[in-house]
């Protein structure tokens, strides 16, 4: 009786469980974007080089990344609420950090500190979620979740650009203070724990070896693209990436406690999904990554103007995402999954008849269209990849769908951006053969990039000045039609790979479930008529 109370009650309050994770994983996102809008704030306050402002972004990152498969595998092991509640109070307390760091150091230090908690606390949430909806619920619930975070990532910039202009620095990392302590006291009452039933031994070796891996992986791309790929310490890192990762999948072969298991790839859902997550981070992250330059240094957006213009895509995800699942549950998810990869093929088609000053209501429609079918790719091939698991292995099963993401995102930023960099210096070197008079310092400056370029020409006489941002300007957007092409191109091998690997539908699996280990003791006993009808049987 004890433990059909339990059910009824988590069941019952399934909906607003989904609520505080929904809260949770807001200053997770948030954080992702909302640092980037204060990055010419930070450098002016607290004299950062522009190293130091790369790494403030880039530590997050590596830390987030390379410690996502330990903090799957621990929350199923020790319970998701309470990796959960850790995950909030470490984000929490490094943010007050952050905002009270009077140096790049300490802000950088801080920004890991973040990291670590923002890995606590992803895993922990989709993990939840699992567990606390049924299969047939499951996938609107996952779809939701997948929207909201596209709120919270056009969140980001429209928050810390009105910060920045109406408040001090410190308030980017502040404004997750009050988020936490809601997250922390609402998750205290609405979030059952649960983990593994039968726990394995705890895999050190292969925690070591995923984290060492990751991080190695993860440095190098980052670093490849300021120091050259040549560069020995680049080269170094992404092979000792390869041989770190050789010898983790060797361990967790045959180890008699992997912390991943590598048989759960032989199950198709899984192993579609998770490429199919990581097809979409590498087709589209060209696009998005070029994106803010296009709209700040091509178009003349500010900040917030930017980010405010970028609703549309949010909605757009939010939209695709919450209403993928009724569509699979018409279609399958190989179908959804495929119609979301060939509208992105169509939309990077399209992109790439942008020009310099192609309207914003083009440009808007082309941003919901983009983020409707991004919703239709993540939502479906995120239930694929932890419908596929059993419910004790949520957590691991999280991490990994979010690990692929931000490897290929990692990959995609790496060569797109250099192959960006690459087209527009060549473009401009050219372009700039026309204007009489134009300094070759100055020419080799402004070939670095286009916001390099329309920085410097605001400090040039006007005739010169427009000539060379004109140059820039269309210089950027030779590259731009590769970017487009190339998700054009990527999306289309996606749906190829989905409709050859994706099984419409789930198989049943067979597994011991994990039990809700806390329930408030102020729940009423409200038990549905199917439990009662049991108990008088």
Not at 113 to 126: D, H, V, Y
Not at 320 to 345: E, H, W
Request: one cysteine or more.
């Amino acid at each position: 009786m004890k433990d059909s109370v339990k059910d009824a009650w988590v069941y019952q309050m399934r909906w607003w469980t989904l609520l505080v994770i929904a809260i949770s994983v807001l200053i997770v996102v948030l954080d992702s974007t909302i640092v980037n809008i204060a990055l010419p704030t930070l450098q002016r306050e607290l004299n950062t080089t522009i190293s130091e402002l790369q790494w403030i972004i880039n530590a997050y990152i590596m830390s987030f990344a390379a410690l996502m498969l330990t903090m799957g595998a621990l929350g199923d092991r020790i319970g998701r609420a309470k990796m959960l509640q850790v995950g909030i109070v470490l984000f929490a307390g490094a943010s007050v950090g952050a905002a009270f760091a009077d140096s790049g150091g300490q802000l950088i230090m801080w920004r890991a500190i973040m990291g670590i908690g923002g890995a606590m606390i992803l895993p922990a949430t989709l993990a939840i979620i699992t567990n606390v909806f049924p299969r047939e619920e499951r996938g609107r619930a996952i779809g939701i979740w997948a929207g909201l975070n596209g709120i919270g990532i056009a969140l980001g910039p429209i928050i810390g650009g009105l910060v920045i202009e109406n408040l001090h620095w410190s308030w980017i990392f502040l404004i997750n203070i009050p988020i936490a302590a809601v997250a922390l006291v609402a998750g205290r009452f609405l979030v059952p724990n649960s983990r593994d039933p039968n726990p394995k031994r705890l895999d050190f070796a292969g925690t070591m070896l995923s984290a060492a891996a990751l991080s190695s992986l993860i440095f190098g791309l980052i670093q490849g693209s300021n120091w050259g790929w040549t560069d020995p310490a680049v080269t170094g890192s992404l092979a000792g990436s390869i041989a770190l990762i050789i010898l983790f999948i060797i361990w967790e072969r045959y180890t008699t406690h992997p912390m991943l298991e590598i048989g759960f790839f032989s199950n198709l859902r899984f192993s579609a999904g998770v490429g199919a997550v990581s097809m979409m981070s590498l087709a589209l992250v060209g696009l998005t990554f070029s994106l803010t330059l296009y709209m700040q240094f091509v178009n003349g957006y500010t900040a917030l103007e930017t980010g405010i213009r970028f609703v549309p895509l949010a909605l757009g995800i939010f939209i695709g995402a919450g209403s993928a699942d009724r569509v699979v549950s018409r279609l399958g998810t190989t179908s959804v999954i495929v119609i979301g990869f060939i509208g992105t093929a169509i939309i990077g088609a399209l992109a790439s008849f942008w020009q310099v000053d192609t309207a914003y209501w083009q440009l808007g429609s082309m941003f919901f269209g983009l983020g409707f079918f991004l919703g239709y790719i993540a939502a479906p091939a995120t239930e694929a990849v932890m419908g596929a698991l059993p419910e004790a292995r949520a957590g691991i099963g999280s991490a990994m769908n979010t690990v692929s993401r931000l490897v290929a995102g990692s990959i995609g930023v790496a060569a797109l951006g250099s192959a960006l960099s690459t087209i527009y210096s060549s473009s401009f070197k050219k372009a700039i053969s026309a204007i009489s008079d134009l300094p070759a310092e100055i020419a080799a400056a402004a070939s670095d990039s286009v916001g390099a370029a329309v920085t410097i020409a605001e400090e040039l006489p006007p005739g010169m000045g427009n000539a060379l941002v004109l140059a820039a300007r269309e210089s950027f957007m030779d590259g731009w039609q590769v970017m487009a092409f190339v998700t054009c191109g990527m999306s289309i091998i996606g749906a190829l790979l989905v409709l050859k690997f994706m099984p419409p539908r789930h198989e049943p699996i067979r597994t011991e479930q994990p039990i809700p280990e806390e329930v408030p003791s102020s729940a009423p006993l409200l038990v549905p008529e199917e439990v009662r009808r049991d108990e008088e049987t």
